[in-house]
Structures are given as C-alpha cells and as structure tokens.
C-alpha cells in the first residue's frame, strides 16, 4: 500500500485544451480537488502560470488529451521541468459518456485518471519538432492530392449528366485531354476548374521533387527501406518520419499495430470473430502502405514472397478478397521495413522460397 502511495505525484493537473481556454483541475495526493482555474490558450499565459510562483518548486504531473494543441502545449509545459501525459483519445470513454459534461468536469476527469494509473490512458508520444514540421510536407501533397481527385470527380460527373463520357487517362494527364471531349456548353463553368486541376498537378510534382530530396539529403535510412518494390521516396519518407525511431518497437510486428493494420478482437469465451482492422495511428502511413501493396499484387510487382503469399490470399474468393489480401500485403509490409531499417539487412525478395528450397534439396 506505502509503495502505491509513493507512485501517486504529490499533484496531478488536468488540461482541458479549447482554441481559446484552457480548463485546468489540480488534484492533491489524496484525491482531493484542490484548485479550478482557466487560461488562455496562449504560449506566454501557459507558460507563466508553469514556472511562476504559484508552482514554484513543484514538480506537477500535467495530463491532457490528444489534439491540435498537445504537441506545442506537451512541450512548453515538459520545458519548465513538469511530467507530461497526453492520452489516448480512444481510452477517454469516461469522459465523452459523461451526462454532465463540461470542460470543468473533463479536466478534473483527467486529473483523476492520470493521478491513479497513467497506463490507463495509453500515454502518446509525441514526434520530435523536426519529425513533425518534415511530416507536414507530405500531408500538405496528400491535401493537394484529395483536392485533385475531387474536381476530377466532378467534373466527370458533370460531363456524364450531359451524356458525356469522358475518357479513361492518368489524373496527371486529365486537364490536356479533356477540353476537346466537352460540349460547348460546358466548356465556361468546367475550364476554370480544368485550368486549376493543371495547376495543382504542377504544385504536387514540386512536392513530390522536394519529397525525394528529402528523403536522400536528411534521411538517407529511407534508401534502405525502398527496396522493396512499390515503396517509394513517399511511402518510406512516411514511415520514417510517423515511427521516428525504430527501438520503440520490441520487435517489428508492432510497427503493424501500431499503424493500426491489426485486426481488432473481441474474444469471449469459445467465440474469437474475425474483425476488421483498428485503423488507430496515422490514416496516411496506412493508406500509403495499402496503395503500395497493391502495387505488390498488382500485375507490375515483382516475384517475391509477399506477392505469393498475398496473391494466396486473394485466391481464396469472396466480394472483398482482393482487398482484404491488399490490407494483409501491407500490414506483413510494415513488418518487413521495420526489419530492415533496425536489422541493416538487404531485402531478398523470394528468402522463404530459397529457404525452402534448400531444407527439400537437404532432405532428398
């Protein structure tokens, strides 16, 4: 009992963050609240309040949730000497369930939880101010990216409602070939957007140059990681960038889960069903890692293990096997290049199969 006691701070903090407030609730060691107060989402309120009298010589546990505002605000309040615990959104049902929510009652509400057992709330790490500012550039290709597909989308739906059916080509392609197949008619409300699709095509090539730059000036690990084939400057540049560092993973299967390509479980007594994937982590990583296998098991992916196994998978039949394999593919891939990047070793595309191969011609 003395030794749980010592584990609980003296005092634990809980923020509840809003664009313009922040709700804190201080409980003591005992449990007691001892003190509510609101500040201003400002580095320089949060910053005074931190490290001026009122927590002078106290070193506080601060918990706060996930979100915009976690990784700049973790930071400034672990840069003034005070532990810092940014939960899990997903392990916050107490708090959303509440019939008296309010951001009083939330901040006291990870107050109490961070004061009692920290592992509770599944504690995120946040990425370095590097890592983070790097990531940034791809997500603002993904942006553009989404933005593209969209007006594609669009306009072939506007063409189609005029019995136009456009031509299939690239979306790098699409804003030169389409202006001759439209009507007249539609040629003044559809060319801006057409003049803009081409534009955001040039944007996405100069992110995609920086990208590959990136990736071999600052880090060249990735060069390592793309040899598989289907993983790009993109794709690894991602992965570095989102797991940071390969020694938080015991071994590389968890670089799998945690992208969030593991199925989930629900297993109770003799029932154990087959769910679909967490999808917790970065949705980019995971959506770039999917597009490469299929890249794996499409009719351009080289001969290798991943590709056999994978193709077994989709053999099996059904509406959604195809993509079920694909999710397979990428979760054994996320493995792979974390076996590479800590291991050092060269990628060999058929080793089950030589292995194999030497075991039967050992054994005949």
């Not at 992110?207 to 400057?233: H, S």
Request: aromatic share 6%.
């Amino acid at each position: 009992m003395k030794k749980n006691t010592m584990q609980i701070p003296r005092w634990t903090v809980g923020l509840d963050v809003g664009d313009q407030y922040c709700h804190l609730a201080v409980v003591d060691r005992a449990g007691n609240l001892v003190e509510r107060l609101r500040l201003k989402t400002e580095e320089q309120a949060l910053r005074r309040h931190f490290s001026g009298p009122a927590v002078s010589g106290k070193t506080l546990r601060v918990v706060l949730e996930a979100g915009p505002h976690s990784h700049w605000l973790s930071r400034l309040i672990e840069e003034e000497g005070h532990e810092v615990l940014v939960a899990n959104p997903r392990r916050l049902k107490l708090i959303y369930s509440s019939d008296s929510k309010s951001d009083e009652t939330d901040a006291e509400a990870l107050a109490r939880l961070g004061r009692l057992d920290p592992s509770l709330l599944k504690p995120i790490k946040h990425r370095s101010l590097k890592s983070q500012a790097d990531l940034t550039l791809i997500r603002s290709r993904a942006v553009l990216v989404r933005s593209r597909t969209q007006l594609v989308n669009h306009v072939r739906g506007v063409a189609k409602g005029f019995g136009v059916k456009l031509p299939k080509c690239s979306t790098e392609s699409f804003a030169r070939q389409v202006p001759d197949q439209l009507p007249e008619s539609l040629k003044p409300p559809l060319m801006p957007l057409l003049a803009t699709i081409q534009e955001l095509t040039q944007k996405i090539s100069w992110f995609d140059r920086a990208v590959e730059k990136k990736a071999i000036e600052e880090y060249p690990v990735t060069e390592r990681l793309r040899q598989p084939k289907g993983v790009g400057a993109l794709t690894a540049l991602a992965y570095v960038l989102v797991l940071e560092d390969h020694h938080r993973y015991r071994n590389s299967r968890m670089a799998g889960a945690y992208i969030g390509l593991r199925p989930r479980r629900s297993q109770s007594g003799g029932t154990d069903p087959e769910l679909r994937i967490t999808k917790v982590g970065d949705r980019m990583l995971r959506s770039l890692l999917i597009g490469s296998a299929h890249y794996i098991l499409g009719p351009f992916g080289e001969d290798s293990d991943l590709r056999r196994w994978g193709l077994k998978l989709a053999a099996r039949g059904g509406k959604s096997a195809k993509n079920k394999a694909a999710v397979a593919v990428a979760r054994k891939l996320a493995t792979l290049l974390h076996h590479l990047w800590a291991s050092g070793d060269d990628y060999e595309p058929l080793r089950n199969q030589r292995y194999i191969e030497k075991h039967q011609l050992a054994a005949s």
